[in-house]
């Protein structure tokens, strides 16, 4: 089902701290309700890596069915994947298109809810904050985000495509936020390597009808 793109007032700000000898795998989200990207990422202390990154799309059926078909691609990817944490961008309101802030809250609804089933703690982080952190403007651009992304994870291009983008941004904010900040001064020794993930393909067909997308690279 997901369309895999890459392998290899304010937000309450998480408090509980991580050792930063263990390795955590994070999961973002960017909900949409056409296309959500996914990206996840392994980190541990100052050290971060790129598991998976891509989409889950959904187009051209009933509300309800599409809602269905991106929280069945979202189930896949906490199970195959197995995060120990979910970051997603908060609910961004804009006074001029009110209706695509109702229809993005019914995606960003049944990602929340895949989180709760698999058990997860959900950190929301609004987008502003996100584009800051990692470009120092809270009015960045798809393309600086990209370029932010690809200069995060040491990527040789930019991540493609830019939902996948944003959902590695958010999960990079996450480690940022609640890993880096307090476990860098702590970091030291070799401890175990992130497993390495081959890329899953998928056939076109069913990627069209809504699963995850990938992009290929390393874990």
């Given at each position: 089902?997901?369309?895999?793109?890459?392998?290899?007032?304010?937000?309450s700000?998480?408090?509980?701290?991580?050792?930063?000898?263990?390795?955590?795998?994070?999961?973002?989200?960017?909900?949409g309700?056409n296309?959500?990207?996914?990206?996840?990422?392994?980190?541990?202390?100052?050290?971060?890596?790129?598991?998976?990154?891509?989409?889950?799309?959904?187009?051209?059926?009933?509300l309800?069915?599409?809602?269905?078909?991106?929280?069945?691609?979202?189930?896949?990817?906490?199970?195959?994947?197995?995060?120990a944490?979910?970051?997603i961008?908060q609910?961004?309101?804009?006074?001029r298109?009110?209706?695509?802030?109702?229809?993005?809250?019914?995606?960003?609804?049944?990602?929340?809810?895949?989180?709760?089933?698999?058990?997860?703690?959900?950190?929301?982080y609004?987008?502003?904050?996100?584009?800051s952190?990692?470009?120092?403007?809270?009015?960045?651009?798809?393309e600086?985000?990209?370029?932010a992304?690809?200069?995060?994870?040491?990527?040789?291009?930019?991540?493609?495509?830019?939902?996948?983008?944003?959902?590695?941004?958010?999960?990079?904010?996450?480690?940022?936020?609640?890993?880096?900040?307090g476990?860098?001064?702590?970091?030291?020794?070799?401890?175990?390597?992130?497993?390495?993930?081959?890329p899953?393909?998928?056939?076109?067909?069913?990627?069209?009808e809504?699963g995850?997308e990938?992009?290929?690279?390393?874990a």
């Open positions: 089902m997901p369309q895999h793109a890459t392998s290899n007032g304010p937000a700000q998480p408090t509980e701290a991580v050792p930063a000898t263990a390795w955590q795998r994070i999961v973002g989200f960017d909900p309700l296309t959500t990207g996914y990206g996840v990422i392994d980190c541990r202390g100052g050290v971060v890596r790129l598991v998976e990154a891509g989409t889950v799309r959904s187009r051209g059926e009933s309800e069915t599409r809602l269905a078909t991106i929280h069945a691609g979202v189930r896949e990817v906490l199970e195959t994947l197995r995060p944490v979910m970051a961008e609910l961004f309101v804009h006074a298109f009110p209706r695509t802030a109702i229809l993005m809250g019914h995606a960003r609804g049944v990602i929340c809810l895949a989180a709760a089933q698999a058990g997860l703690t959900v950190h929301n609004p987008p502003a904050r996100v584009k952190l990692l470009t120092g403007s809270g009015q960045a651009g798809k600086q985000m990209q370029a992304v690809q200069r995060e994870l040491a990527l040789t291009s930019r991540p493609e495509p830019a939902d996948a983008a944003d959902a590695l941004a958010v999960a990079l904010a996450d480690w940022h936020l609640r890993i880096r900040q476990g860098l001064a702590l970091q030291g020794g070799h401890g175990t390597q992130p497993r390495r993930r081959p899953r393909g998928r056939p076109a067909a069913r990627g069209d809504g995850p990938t992009i290929g690279g390393d």
